[in-house]
């Protein structure tokens, strides 16, 4: 069965990269990272979530590549980077240093921005040495440390162990997700987004996740099942702004405010009234603006301009059928 493909038109359709290429992994992982806007612009890197791809980051992308040099990539097994048998945290962190490695150069750093799974591995990667020679700041956009089935209020029950274990297996599920029809807009909707998320976001986000091979899926859902990242918050010394819906089933606002507790340089949390788990494409100005405020404010044209050739030999993409 062919999988769904993103939209293409409005403003969530993917733009056209300025260039393509392969990142290697610790292990030999090849990742696929898009280059968008001109040489030289200061440099924003945008790590998406679980059962997404570079797609989600559309409407930034679309809006930063103007002036600014944007750095998407697909996770190990989502969007066009092949699945490994390595689902691990530290997987995560290896991909996050291949990807900094293969495009900024020596020295130069970038406003990091992670979602969900993305934010978790910006925690996962904060005491690597690329990262910390790479972060400026970063932005993190819906997403925890840990906790995450117990926290979850996907279903509508008393917290407790019987929860837990229901939510475990519903988001676990091997299941294929299948075509996107109206009943899968509705259920990925109430599951993901908040109440007031136009038809256009939801069609966008049913095409991503649905796109997601159930194997992929399955497997990256027990990483995030046992998820325990409080170390890595606590090495993320950098300024750190957080993003959270109120309407968030998946990482409630309580993790935001979890990690503002224990992270070392917490600029600020936003909380969005009524807004679900997928705050790029449910509130895209805001998240946008974000990236904007931390690179303003990081990354200034006052400060020494670091040269912008690759630092390390990347693999060129294979050229698409």
Do not use: N
């Amino acid at each position: 069965m062919s999988r769904p493909t993103p939209v293409t038109g409005g403003r969530y359709a993917p733009p056209a990269a300025v260039r393509e290429l392969t990142a290697r992994s610790a292990d030999g992982t090849g990742l696929h990272v898009e280059v968008h806007g001109p040489e030289g612009a200061p440099a924003v890197v945008l790590a998406h979530g679980w059962t997404c791809s570079t797609a989600f980051w559309a409407a930034q992308i679309g809006e930063l590549a103007a002036d600014h040099r944007v750095i998407a990539y697909d996770q190990r097994g989502h969007g066009r980077t092949p699945a490994s048998p390595t689902c691990t945290t530290d997987a995560l962190a290896d991909d996050l240093e291949a990807v900094l490695t293969a495009t900024l150069a020596p020295g130069e750093r970038a406003v990091i921005a992670g979602h969900s799974m993305g934010g978790m591995t910006v925690m996962a990667a904060s005491g690597r040495p690329a990262f910390r020679e790479h972060a400026a700041a970063v932005l993190l956009c819906s997403t925890g440390s840990g906790k995450l089935v117990a926290e979850s209020t996907v279903l509508p029950l008393r917290p407790g162990r019987a929860r837990t274990w229901l939510t475990g297996r519903v988001l676990g599920s091997r299941a294929p997700l299948g075509p996107v029809t109206p009943a899968a807009r509705r259920i990925l909707k109430y599951a993901t987004m908040g109440p007031a998320s136009a038809p256009d976001m939801v069609e966008a986000c049913a095409r991503i996740v649905h796109a997601c091979p159930r194997t992929v899926r399955h497997a990256w859902s027990h990483v995030l099942a046992s998820l325990d990242l409080e170390a890595g918050v606590r090495e993320l010394r950098v300024p750190v702004e957080v993003v959270v819906g109120t309407a968030d089933r998946l990482t409630p606002p309580v993790h935001a405010r979890a990690l503002a507790a224990a992270l070392p340089d917490c600029r600020g949390v936003t909380e969005l009234p009524g807004v679900g788990h997928m705050t790029p494409v449910e509130a895209p100005d805001l998240v946008t603006g974000r990236i904007r405020d931390l690179v303003a404010a990081h990354l200034s044209p006052h400060r020494p301009a670091a040269p912008v050739a690759p630092a390390a030999p990347a693999v060129p993409a294979e050229e698409s059928a």
